[in-house]
Structures are given as structure tokens and as C-alpha cells.
């Protein structure tokens, strides 16, 4: 039977894209893959989050294969499959590592019986588990023939055999000045036990364990290997059968094994990263996707690694909606600084971007668009005597985006031109903005100009939001409401009591 | 093996923590003194008889016991103190010979052990020679079960088979280990392990059979060499090693057990001793089962203060059998705490086993003695002397159960005494209800008054006498409450001698 991936359906399969997309940093991408893939180096899984399939078959290919891991049994069918694999690795590392002959073949012994409960291990748990998605039952069919094939059978055996007969060795060591004598092992009587017996009359109660504790480096000092050749050659057949056993299996690791180990790690580690969220209370879902509906939605969506950060200093996280209907294509965001704006932008990037990549999203209902490209453009703090130049990068960062994005091309844009002239800013952004129009994008704009969302039927107004009674603090809220400045200005007046009624009734005649 | 001699089938415990009510008592009850006098300048005596005597026994059996063992002390005072200071002398020499920070190494440990155990099989040999001794002229079950075990446990035959493993685990033939591979084929599991046969021994079986053994000699120079061989023995008498501390540990704890068992006795030999040179009478009390309501005396008195003084103190008698309360009442500074004292402390002395100061005394045990005696000042400052008079009967009353016994001196007196008498009463019928004997020593009339009206038949009134000539003779008699309590007596006294003074002083020219 053939069977290639569970990230990508047929057969073309990927390893990934080892650049860094140039959205990540102003995404905070970058953070959410570092953290995803922090413990799990090994695996070099950051190609797999570069590179999102493209395809609605591929989304629900992972989606399917999700789905069977958010079930307990398979979760925990895949992490003991990776622990297995791990031990077996560090297993061979040391019996690379390792200078004495019969250590080192012992430790390639030992990989090889891990190797052989890893693979049954997992056929037992994915047939126990009863997966749904194509991706995972296609992968149990391959492992069922493969672990009753005879090579994979034979392995198992001779390992355990060996391994066991070397288990039941005992012998004796008589150490006499500096000399160590090595014999078999002949039945000779356990000497603590009979003194302790003789002491046992004075025993009150359990007693303290006096023993010392010893190092236990894996490797041996030049004594420690003198004794085990003697016991080798004590042993001499099966030592000598340990050696031919190791030579002949030198390449016993199937390739699919080691490549679906790697692709588990693409659905486990984001779980993971997920899952103290998710026990937090706060919603994720399966976005549907669609390459032509343009008619975005989201519930509850926050910003990843924003969440994680407020959760670990037990603070409460803000979640958001939009939604883009009919005609509308454009969010303006505007509204009080540090009200959450730029963390609503990343959002709404991130979730777009987690997406496409056939994962689940932040919220409790997400509609989101499978697009061909994502371009964002961050305004970022620069020295004043670069302003001139960075207005004209900046300039020719916009136009390279309009000039490559279709209409099925997402555009994050935070404060762009912000730091140049009201006057500037006002007619780049309409100007800017029409093209986005034009272009028929789908689009979230933050910006000071809050005229922009006038412009067009397609554009909708979002602010961000203070409390009324203390305006110095946010909500972080951002909500749809046209931006007329005014709910943050009354909040103010309120406060000093200074709106028209309260300052009428206050001036007495 | 168990010394036994606290209780017929436990140790006693010197770790235990006193009860809650300890130090209100070792206050209240002058409990201080008569510990001193037990440890004869003994700071482990002090502490076990503070123990034993504020952690006193609810059981007549053990009782009964204690006063058993105690009368073979009386009878023996020199062989029960040379026992004692046999498990004195093997408790310090396993001191001196403390290794340290050395444990770490089996190798030394091990050889530390065999050293500390000769050393103890020298002091069990002296002990067992004791009891083959004295074993006749002791007569209590605990004395007899003690000496018989010694004799029984320590046998000839069982010291020569401790000799031989002594004189073995020397190892003067090397050592004899098992080992298995374990992961990676490093030695796992090292025992050590005595040759199957002596009389071949086995390295000549190692000789004969040739191919069958290796032999791996370091070089000379190869200091790493020999500390990996060191370690490789070390592994295989690891077990020997912590067994043979964990025995000396319970050999040692042997010891101690028993010295603080006999520190006890040894106390109340002490105390015996120092009472009866000050010519006070003791005597065995008669403990009676728990839930009973015996109480009677007679020649009771204070100890401390028989300790702390130089003349004789006065002896007083009640019968209060069939009685919930024991109602002191009369003239200030008439002995009535000093009598409500050695009411509890002879309590407290009877149900730990010891004598007590009494010409006789015989009462029902209590489930826990308790005190909440007048204090001269509230320490703290941080509330009101009413207020901290009740907060400690809060406390008490979380601690005291059905059956106890609690003494009261002037207690609720820190208000007026028509709000101090109507707490009293409240508190005194709710204790009473629930099974507790309360001992109130007071001047509040409303109080006394109330509870001869209302609980007469369940009352034994006590009064200081007062002579004719208006002396104290710091005696109780029977008697009901008067309606006056003797302050002026006590005011003119005072202030007789202070307007005086005074007077000579208004005598002196101004300056």
C-alpha cells in the first residue's frame, strides 16, 4: 500500500519553505511559531508554518486530520508516539557517543526495541482510536502492513530475544586491593540480608535508608568496561551474536516512519500551544474558507501571543468581532491610542494567515477568506532624519503591494503615513484607499484618518473604545460605530462634568 | 526489644507536643518548680518529666502500671540509677565516635558501624549482667517483663553470631559482590554476598576452573583506576553499610528509649527524695475510672511550695465524692490558690503515675486538666482584661472535652461583679452539664451565692478559715460562703502600716 503524508492529501508532498514570509514580524507571527516550535527543535517544523497548502482540498485534508487530534485518544496516541521517537534518537546518540564496543551496541540494541514499541504502539493507538480523517486512517492502513511484514517482524524479535538474554546474566566481582576478579554468579547468599536479620530484634520501625547514591553517567570508566569485556567473555555467543545483530540492522528506520513523525508534530505542537487558552476559556473554531465569498466574519478572535501573555500574568483577555457583508471589503479602524487597534490589525492577519494554513483559528465562528497573498504594512518608529527616506520606502513598499495584489489578496495597513503631514496623510491614505477599492482587496486600514471610512460603501468605520466614566482607561474593545470622535470626547466632558446639561445645571442663575 | 516501662505495650513519646493547656498550667500550677526538683540539675530530666506529667494518662490500667514500676524504684533506687546511666554512658560514646561528613562513603560508614556496635555490644553485655543480677528483687510487671526480655534477647549464642558479622564485615578477603547488566550494560543490582562454601572458599573454585574468572589488576599509577575500583566496591556494600547505620541507629534509639523511660522514675526518685528531706508526706493516690466523681483528701498539699520554702505548709482534706463542683470561697490571701494548686498538680502527678503530696488522695482520672487562673497583667495590651479573660476560656473551650477537670481562680472577676457573676454561672453550668469538674476559687458573693441556692447538692463549699483573732491559717474547711470576704482585714493591715509611714513622712520638714 502506498501513502505519502497527513499534511498534504495525494501525492505531492512537501517538506515546507525554510524563509520566514515578510508578514511574520508585524504579525507577531514570528512569536506564535517561535513559541509553537520552542521544545521541539529537532523537528524543524518552522518550513511547515511557512508555507500554507493554497488549496481548499489541502485545508480540509488538515482540518480532517485536526479534528481526530482534538480527541483525547489520538492526542495522546500521537505525543506517545513522538516521546517514542524521542527516546529512540537519543538512544542512537549515545550509542554514537559511546567509546566501549559492546555499550555501544547495547544502546543500538536498546533504539531498535523502542523503534519496535513505537511502531506497534502506534498501530494499537490509531486502531483503538479509530481516526476519521483520510489522512490518519490512511496512515494505519500503511502501518497495519507494515508491522506484519516479515523484515519489520524479524527485527522485533531477535531484539527482544537478545536484549532479554543479556537481562538474566548475573555475575560476581571479588575486589581485593587493586585487583578485580570476574566470575559467573553461583547461587552465592545475599550477605546484608543475613546481618540484617541478625539486627532485626532492635528494629523499630522502618529505619533511615542510609544508602548512597552513586552517579550514573551513561558512559563507563576504563574498570567498569575491563569487567564488562570479562563478562563478554564470559558470554561469548551472545555478545557475538549482539554484534552481527547490529550490523546487519544498521538502517532499520522506515523512511515514512520518520517522516510522519515529523508531520505529527505540525498538528500536536499547535495544539499544544493552544491548549492552556483554550482551558482558559477562551473559544477556537474551524474557519471556513472560501476563495471567492468575500464576506468575512469573525467571533471572538483575539491575538495569540497577546492572549498568552495576558493569561500568564492573570489578566483578562479582550476579545473582538468584525464582520465584512454585501458590498463592504475595507475595515477603517480608528479611535484612542493604545485602545487595541494595532492588536486588532495583527488579529485579524493572524487569523487569516493560522487559516490558510489549515488550523484552527481564534474565536468562537470564523469566515475567512483563502487568499493568494497577504502583505501588511506596519508603521514602525525610525529616526527623525531618516523620515525622509522612509517616506519614499514606504511609498514604494505601498505601490509593490498594490501593484502585485489580486482580488483574492488580503492587506493589513497600521498607521501608514502617519508620521508625515495631516495634510499628506489625508490625501496618500485617499488616494491609497481607492486603488484598495478599486483593486476590490480585502482590507484593514488604521489610521488617524477617519475620513477614509467615508469614502466608499465598501468601507466600514471600527474605533476603539474607553470607559465612559474614567476615559484614561480602555476597554480594548473595538467596536463598528462611525467615527465621529465624539464617544471619547463626551466620556471626558462627563467626567468634569461639563456636557451641555450638566454644565447648564451648574451655572445657577 | 522495647524498654516498656511508661506503658505495657508503647513508647513513650518525648517528642509529642504538649497539650494546648501545658503552659497555662506549668503557669498557673508552679509546675516549674517541681520539674527542677526532679532533674536534679538534669536538663534531660526536666524535659521528660515536663512531658510525662503534663501528657498525663486517662487510664487506671496504666496508672496503676507507672506506680508499680515506680514502688520497684523506691525499692531499688541504686540499680535504677546505674541503668540509667548505663544508656546514659552507650548514648554518649556513639556520639563521640560520630563520623560526620563522611557519609557519603559507604566504605567509611560501614567501618564506622562496626566500630559503634562493638562498642554497643559491650554496653548490652554490662545490661544483661544487670538484670541476670537484680531481675530478683524487682516485683513489677514492667521491671520483670524488662529484665526477662534482656535475658532472653541478649543470649551468649546471639552475641557470638553479632561477633562473627562484626568481625566479617571487615573484610579482611576482599570483597564478595553480585552484579547484573543493566542499561548500556552498566552493573546494576550490586549485592554483597557471602562464598557458598568456607571450607573451599572461592577463590580456589575461581583457580580451579581457570577460563571460567578474569582478573584485572590496576597499574600502579592509575590513581582514577583505583577510585572507580573503590566506587565499584562501595556499590556492593552499599546495602550492608545502610543496614548496619540503620542498626546502630535502632540499637542506639534502644537506648535512648530507655533512658528516657527510667529519666522518669529517675525524676520522681529526685523528687521523693527532696520532699522527703523537707519530712512531707507522699503517698500512692487511688485513681478511680474516668467518668466517676470520687474526689478526697487528706494532708494535701502544694509541693512548690513545700519545695520553695523552708518550713512545713499547711495540709488540707475535703471529701467531694459524688460532687460537679468544688466552690473556694473566704478570706484573701487565706490559701485558696495555693489549695486549688495542689488540687491540680496533684491531679496531674496521680495520672502520670507518680506519688503524689498527700498524707492520701484518691479521685476519678479526668479526660484533661485545665487553669485559667487571674493575671496580674494583660502582656499583650491589645484588649481589655475582660475581654482577654474570655478569650482565653475560648480557647479552652475548643481544647476541653466531657470529663475534664478545670481550675478557676478569681476568674470573670475583671468586671463588675454582677456581669462577672452571670458570666461565671453561665459558663460553670455549661460545663457542668457537659461531664466537666470545675474547681473555682472566687469572691464574686452573687456567684457563690447563686449556685448554693440553685446546684447546692451538687457543690462541696470550701472557705479559708479564718482564727478568732481574725489570723489565717491558710487552712480550707467546709464551709458555706460568707457575705463579706476579709478585704478590710486585708486594707487595714495595709494601709495601718502605709498611714503610718505616711505620717512620718508629713513629720518631715518640706523642702
Redesign the interface.
Known amino acids: 500500500m502506498v501513502f505519502h503524508s497527513i499534511l498534504y492529501p495525494g501525492e505531492e508532498g512537501s517538506g515546507g519553505i525554510a524563509e520566514e514570509p515578510s508578514f511574520f514580524a508585524d504579525l507577531n507571527l514570528d512569536q506564535i511559531v517561535d513559541a509553537i516550535t520552542a521544545n521541539k527543535a529537532d523537528y524543524d517544523l518552522k518550513p511547515f508554518f511557512h508555507a500554507p497548502p493554497g488549496t481548499l482540498e489541502a485545508i480540509r485534508y488538515r482540518h480532517e486530520v485536526m479534528r481526530d487530534l482534538e480527541k483525547e485518544v489520538i492526542f495522546a496516541a500521537a505525543t506517545r508516539f513522538a516521546r517514542r521517537m524521542q527516546r529512540m534518537r537519543e538512544k542512537l546518540k ?1 550509542s554514537e557517543k ?1 567509546y566501549y564496543k ?2 555501544k551496541e ?2 543500538f540494541l ?1 533504539a531498535i526495541t523502542i523503534y519496535c514499541e513505537t511502531v506497534t504502539g502506534l498501530r494499537e493507538d490509531l486502531e483503538a482510536g479509530d481516526p476519521k480523517s483520510r489522512g490518519l486512517q490512511g496512515f494505519r492502513e500503511w502501518l497495519g502492513e507494515y508491522s506484519k511484514g516479515v523484515g519489520f517482524v524479524g527485527l522485533a524479535e531477535q531484539a527482544y530475544r537478545i536484549k532479554d538474554e ?2 538474566k ?24 540480608e ?3 536479620e ?2 532485626r ?4 520501625g522502618e ?6 547514591g ?1 552517579p ?1 553517567p ?1 558512559g ?5 568496561a ?3 569485556a ?2 563478554a ?2 558470554y561469548p555467543e551472545l555478545f557475538g551474536g549482539l554484534e552481527r545483530f547490529c550490523t546487519e540492522q544498521a538502517a532499520y528506520v522506515d523512511p515514512l516512519i520518520r517522516s510522519l513523525d515529523r508531520e505529527m508534530q505540525f498538528y500536536v505542537s499547535y495544539l499544544e500551544y493552544i491548549r492552556p487558552l483554550a482551558d482558559n476559556g477562551l473559544a477556537f473554531c474551524y474557519p471556513r474558507l472560501s476563495t471567492i465569498n468575500k464576506e468575512i466574519l469573525s467571533r471572538d478572535g483575539f491575538d495569540l501571543p497577546l492572549a498568552r501573555k495576558l493569561m500568564e500574568a492573570g489578566q483578562r483577555v479582550v476579545c473582538n468581532d468584525y464582520e465584512l457583508s454585501g458590498r463592504e471589503r475595507i475595515i477603517i479602524v480608528s479611535g484612542p491610542n493604545q485602545g487595541g487597534k494595532t492588536t486588532f490589525a495583527r488579529t485579524f492577519g493572524q487569523m487569516h494567515y493560522l487559516a490558510n494554513l489549515g488550523l484552527l483559528v481564534p474565536g468562537r465562528e470564523a469566515r475567512l477568506l483563502l487568499f493568494d497573498q497577504l502583505f501588511t504594512h506596519f508603521e514602525r518608529e525610525e529616526k527623525v532624519e531618516n523620515l525622509r527616506s522612509k517616506f519614499e520606502d514606504d511609498l514604494m513598499r505601498v505601490h509593490e503591494i498594490l501593484r502585485r495584489a489580486t482580488p483574492r489578496s488580503v492587506v493589513v495597513m497600521n498607521e501608514s503615513f502617519s508620521t508625515t503631514t495631516v495634510k499628506d496623510a489625508v490625501f496618500i491614505g485617499r488616494e491609497v484607499m481607492q486603488r484598495i477599492i478599486g483593486r476590490d482587496l480585502i482590507c484593514v486600514f488604521v489610521t488617524f484618518v477617519e475620513e477614509l471610512a467615508r469614502l466608499s460603501d465598501t468601507t466600514v468605520s471600527m474605533v476603539s473604545t474607553i470607559v465612559p466614566s474614567d476615559p484614561a482607561s480602555r476597554t480594548f474593545r473595538i467596536v463598528r460605530r462611525p467615527a465621529d470622535g465624539r464617544a471619547y470626547a463626551i466620556a471626558i466632558a462627563e467626567k468634569y462634568r461639563l456636557t451641555y446639561e450638566m454644565l447648564k445645571g451648574r451655572i445657577r442663575a | 526489644m522495647k524498654a516498656f516501662l511508661m506503658y505495657p505495650d508503647r513508647d513513650f513519646d518525648v517528642e509529642q507536643a504538649p497539650p494546648p493547656a501545658a503552659e497555662a498550667l506549668k503557669q498557673d500550677l508552679g509546675l516549674p518548680i517541681v520539674f527542677r526538683a526532679m532533674a536534679g540539675g538534669d536538663a534531660f530530666l526536666n524535659e521528660v518529666a515536663s512531658k510525662a506529667v503534663l501528657s498525663s494518662l486517662d487510664d487506671v490500667e496504666t496508672i496503676r502500671y507507672r506506680q508499680a514500676i515506680l514502688r520497684d524504684c523506691l525499692g531499688n533506687p541504686k540499680t535504677v540509677r546505674l541503668l540509667y546511666e548505663l544508656a546514659v554512658e552507650a548514648i554518649q560514646r556513639e556520639k563521640k565516635g560520630f563520623w560526620g561528613g563522611l557519609s557519603k562513603h559507604p566504605g567509611y560508614m560501614l567501618h564506622r558501624s562496626v566500630e559503634v556496635l562493638e562498642m554497643f555490644t559491650e554496653m548490652l553485655r554490662k545490661l544483661r549482667g544487670i538484670a541476670e543480677q537484680s531481675s530478683g528483687s524487682f516485683g513489677s510487671a514492667g521491671f520483670k517483663r524488662f529484665f526477662a526480655m534482656l535475658i532472653t534477647e541478649l543470649s551468649d549464642e546471639y552475641f557470638a553470631e553479632i561477633g562473627e558479622h562484626l568481625r566479617r564485615l571487615r573484610f579482611r578477603g576482599g570483597v564478595l559482590e553480585s552484579a547484573m547488566p543493566g542499561n548500556g550494560l552498566k552493573g546494576r543490582n550490586y549485592r554483597l554476598r557471602k562464598a557458598n562454601d568456607d571450607q573451599s572458599g572461592w577463590f580456589n573454585r575461581l583457580l580451579g576452573r581457570g577460563p571460567s574468572s578474569f582478573t584485572y589488576r590496576l597499574h600502579e599509577r592509575d590513581e582514577a583506576g583505583a577510585r572507580a575500583l573503590s566506587e565499584l566496591r562501595d556499590r556492593g556494600i552499599n546495602l550492608v553499610a545502610s543496614a548496619m547505620a540503620r542498626s546502630t541507629d535502632h540499637i542506639l534509639s534502644f537506648f535512648t528509649l530507655m533512658r528516657t523511660e527510667l529519666a522518669f522514675y529517675v525524676g520522681c526518685l529526685n523528687l521523693t527524695e527532696a520532699l522527703t528531706a523537707k519530712r512531707q508526706l507522699i503517698c500512692f493516690p487511688e485513681p478511680s475510672a474516668l467518668g466517676g466523681r470520687e474526689l478526697g483528701f487528706e494532708g494535701l498539699y502544694d509541693a512548690a511550695l513545700a519545695l520553695s520554702m523552708d518550713r512545713n505548709v499547711v495540709g488540707n482534706k475535703a471529701h467531694a465524692e459524688g460532687k460537679d463542683i468544688v466552690l473556694i470561697t473566704g478570706a484573701n490571701q487565706g490559701g485558696k490558690s495555693t489549695f486549688l494548686r495542689s488540687l491540680g498538680l496533684a491531679q496531674l502527678m496521680m495520672q502520670s503515675g507518680m506519688v503524689v503530696p498527700a498524707r492520701q488522695y484518691g479521685a476519678a482520672v479526668c479526660s484533661g486538666v485545665f487553669s485559667h487562673f487571674k493575671r496580674e497583667e494583660d502582656a499583650t495590651m491589645t484588649s481589655g482584661k475582660f475581654d482577654e479573660e474570655l478569650e482565653r476560656m475560648n480557647r479552652i473551650a475548643d481544647q476541653i472535652r466531657a470529663h475534664g477537670m478545670i481550675l478557676f481562680n478569681e476568674a470573670f472577676a475583671a468586671t463588675n461583679e454582677r456581669e462577672g457573676s452571670e458570666i461565671a454561672r453561665q459558663i460553670v453550668h455549661a460545663l457542668v452539664e457537659q461531664q466537666v469538674r470545675v474547681c473555682f476559687v472566687t469572691h464574686m458573693y452573687d456567684f457563690a451565692h447563686g449556685l448554693e441556692e440553685e446546684d447546692g447538692d451538687k457543690v462541696v463549699f470550701l472557705r479559708a478559715e479564718r482564727s478568732e483573732g481574725g489570723e489565717r491559717t491558710f487552712r480550707m474547711i467546709e464551709a458555706r460562703p460568707l457575705d463579706t470576704s476579709f478585704g478590710e482585714d486585708l486594707f487595714r493591715k495595709i494601709f495601718s502600716t502605709e498611714e503610718a509611714s505616711a505620717e512620718r513622712r508629713d513629720r518631715r520638714p518640706a523642702a
Open positions: 549515545w559511546l559492546q555499550q547495547w544502546w536498546d543479556i537481562a546474566i548475573a555475575y560476581c566481582l571479588h575486589i581485593r586491593d587493586s585487583s578485580v576478579t570476574v566470575c559467573r554468579y553461583e547461587g552465592e547468599i545475599d550477605y546484608s543475613a546481618v540484617e541478625s539486627f530484634k532492635f528494629a523499630q529505619g533511615k535508608d542510609y544508602r548512597v552513586f550514573e551513561v563507563m570508566n576504563h574498570v567498569e575491563a569487567v564488562l570479562f563478562v567473555r564470559l
